[in-house]
Structure formats: structure tokens, C-alpha cells
């Protein structure tokens, strides 16, 4: 079981990653690579699903920050302790994992919803290889930054200190 301090520690890593992590994917622009707002993906896809603005964009950034908490959540509760590696390697590693899962999985079903379809890993849009790489980068900017986040908070998967 997850402990009080261990939670509450990692909710707000999760947040501070999430955070980063939206403003390297903005950043991205100044390096040629496309802007991925993940915040506004979810806005459409929620809004397409009921063919009107029902959602705001607030709604979809509270959704998107909380999808980031609970992927923080998934990494102290199921893979801190199984992953090798320093806090640095465990982030690269995470955000591969992420990146994968988001190009297989998240990418389709979300633009698939919105009444459109990326393709695995993204080959139906008009760049796959530039995106591929933009999301590569975000998500090791989650890794990177959720895992030294969770070093300074003292965060140590369960085996934390209550």
C-alpha cells in the first residue's frame, strides 16, 4: 500500500512533470517540430463525441494534468523498484515506454474518436517522423523530470517512509 506522504509526494511530481513536459512540447516549435498540444486533442476528441463545444479546454487540461499524475502514480506504485538504472536512465526509459504506448495506443483511439486517424505511430498524418520525434522528446522531458522530481522529493516507490 502506498503511503500518505508517498502519495501526495508523487502528485505533485506527477504535476511538475506534466507541466515540463507541455512546455517542452511547446518549445518544439522553435526547433522545426511540430507543436503537440495534447490539451487540445482531448478538447476535440471530447467535443467531436457529442458533435457540439460541450467540454471547455479547461476541462481537457485538468484531464490532461491528471492523465500525467496518474502515469506518475503507475511509475512509484508499479515500476520504480523494477526498472534499473539511476533516476536519469529510469526517466529516458519511462519515456520510451510512454512514447510507445502513446504512438500504439493513445494516438489511434484519441484521433480515431475525434473522427480522424494518426495511424500507428502516427504514419497517416503529414509528417510521422517529425511528430514521432516531437512526442520522443516530450515524453523523455516527463521521464527526465518526473524521476528527479521524485529523487528530490525522497520518493522511493512503496518502500518510502511513511
Known amino acids: 500500500m502506498i503511503s500518505s506522504k508517498t502519495f501526495w509526494r508523487t502528485v505533485i511530481c506527477g504535476f511538475i512533470a506534466t507541466f515540463i513536459m507541455a512546455m517542452v512540447s511547446f518549445l518544439q516549435a522553435g526547433l522545426g517540430l511540430p507543436t503537440i498540444d495534447i490539451a487540445y486533442l482531448i478538447d476535440q476528441s471530447l467535443n467531436h463525441v457529442h458533435g457540439a463545444e460541450v467540454y471547455s479546454i479547461s476541462w ?49 483511439l484519441v484521433s480515431s474518436a475525434a473522427g480522424d486517424s494518426f495511424g500507428l505511430f502516427y504514419m497517416n498524418t503529414w509528417f510521422p517522423g517529425k511528430i514521432l520525434l516531437a512526442g520522443v522528446i516530450m515524453h523523455f522531458s516527463y521521464g527526465i523530470s518526473l524521476l528527479l522530481s521524485l529523487k528530490v522529493a525522497g520518493v522511493n516507490g512503496l518502500d518510502s517512509a511513511s
Do not use: C, D, E, K
Open 60 to 108: 481537457a487540461n485538468t484531464a490532461y494534468i491528471i492523465g500525467g499524475i496518474l502515469m506518475a502514480l503507475f511509475w512509484v506504485v508499479f515500476l520504480q523498484n523494477r526498472i534499473p538504472g539511476n533516476w536519469f536512465i529510469q526517466g529516458i526509459i519511462f519515456g520510451i515506454m510512454i512514447s510507445i504506448f502513446s504512438g500504439a495506443v493513445v494516438g489511434p
